[in-house]
């Protein structure tokens, strides 16, 4: 938010938004200077991401579309985080096999996830982790959709026979231990396995360093080429130097760095935390049952632990403490209430929209976020799903304006006519005392999930000590109070 307000330092307190920063529609942005980019580079004009015009100089760039060219810094953060944490690990995760099939399935997932994500206006890290503390209601009622779609996904995936697939994070020397004893845990790891010699590899690999080569060129020398036309003016590349400043651009690449250091070190998921709960209670009820799907056994503890739900609601409170302040004692825009955007209102397209984001999420093989914490530590399978993602853009941008005006009709006429996006709205809009009482209440409501999660999750892993549950890791939690079930 920080990074966010910095080319604004000079305007008043009411001029500020608070909105958390945007990852699936920045991506499309990125996605879209990579095929300027290609153009540019081999003459010739495809037009998946949008249209063409020409400059004074005769330069032709980029002027109308789903996406204009631009650059999430917090991704770019995020992929430096990701790598840090290989170097500080002295390993990367390409020695992880996955099969054939399961890399096919990843790849449509992430097609269902990236069409699912412009249907559903926006991806699950923005709704989950930004509009549910800033109680936005369309964000309440899509992430009901996405866990039982989530839900939907998990089951048949158990189904195919690729739950084994189902971790948080690959460990080399976990993964090794449990493959000398025969455990589904250890089916990742191949000790003949080369992945220099798989293709896949090179592909995925080359399409990263393309992506990250591009973006650095693109946010430090802003070159003509990779601007865009707004208005009958030539606009900078987005959210370079030359766009936002120099302190933007520094302070969210070091959230992103932050972040997703974090992240990638905790295996943090959103999906998953929202099935854990459910996934939780099947799971204690009839674990042999899940072992016999395949379900790795860290996996199962990591369920009944409802650890994935702790990680979501921790970040609840920080971002719900934030907005209480920002927002509501200071003053500070609420940045999701803007009449004019159809992604901030109820529509009756929900259950679609989060079908394609929830299902697509869980094929993918884990979540989103954590997907993205995977590629910069280049699993295979984020290698292959960022390609697939750029493929399931694909029915939005080449069909833009039919999508917004279809997207549009569908919002629920109540919520549009009396222009209500959060819950404060629905009780009584314009009441600032009435917004503060929610606000405040809201924020111990989400204080006492997390505190919930904590002492649920201690108790049905049968940790004996604060300490322990803690201050371990997932790994040293399971080794020591997980069940290593055998398959009957």
Known sequence: MVGLWAPHFWESLDKWKVKPITVTTDLGKMFRWLEVWINNLFWFQSELYGTYGTTATGEMISNWGAFYPGIGTAILGMIIGWFLVVLFERQSRLWVKYSGRLLLIAFIGWMFFSYGTRLAGGCTLNHLLGWVPMMNIHS?????????????????????????????QEDIDYVKAQHAKWNVDGDTYDPNYRPWKNPMVWLGLTFLLAFVG???????????????????????????????????????????????????????GTECALISAEASAMIRKDEQKWAKYGLPNITRTLFKGLLPLQWVAAMWVIVSIFVLVTVYFLGMKHGFTDPSKYKFYLTAWVPIGWFFLGFGAVLLIGCEIRS?????????????????????????????KEHVNFL?????????????????????????????????????????????????????????????????????????????????
Request: contains cysteine; charged residues 15%.
């Open 408 to 488: 549009d009709s569908t919002i629920v006429p109540y919520f549009k006519q009396n222009e209500i996006f959060t819950v404060p709205d629905l009780i009584w809009r314009g009441n600032t005392t009435i917004e503060v009482l929610v606000a405040v209440a809201w924020t111990i409501m989400l204080i006492c999930i997390f505190i919930w999660t904590i002492k649920a999750g201690k108790k049905y892993m049968k940790v004996k000590s604060w300490n322990e549950f803690l201050t371990k890791n997932t790994e040293e939690i399971h080794s020591e109070y997980g069940d290593e079930i055998k398959v009957k």
């Open 372 to 400: 993205y914490m995977r590629l910069g530590m280049l699993y295979l399978n984020t290698l292959i799903w960022f390609i697939g993602f750029a493929v399931g853009y694909l029915p939005f941008t080449l069909f833009y």
């Open 214 to 268: 591009v973006a650095i060129l693109g946010m430090v020398s802003n070159p003509e080429f990779l601007q865009h036309m707004k208005w009958d003016s030539v606009k900078d590349f987005g959210k370079s130097i030359a766009n936002k400043w120099l302190a933007y651009v520094v302070i969210t690449l070091a959230a992103g760095i932050i972040a997703w250091f974090a992240m990638a070190k905790s295996g943090f």
């Open 140 to 168: 309440l009622v899509a992430i009901v959709f996405m866990s039982l779609w989530g839900l939907t996904g998990f089951w048949l995936m158990t189904k195919l026979g690729l739950a084994k697939y189902f971790k948080h």
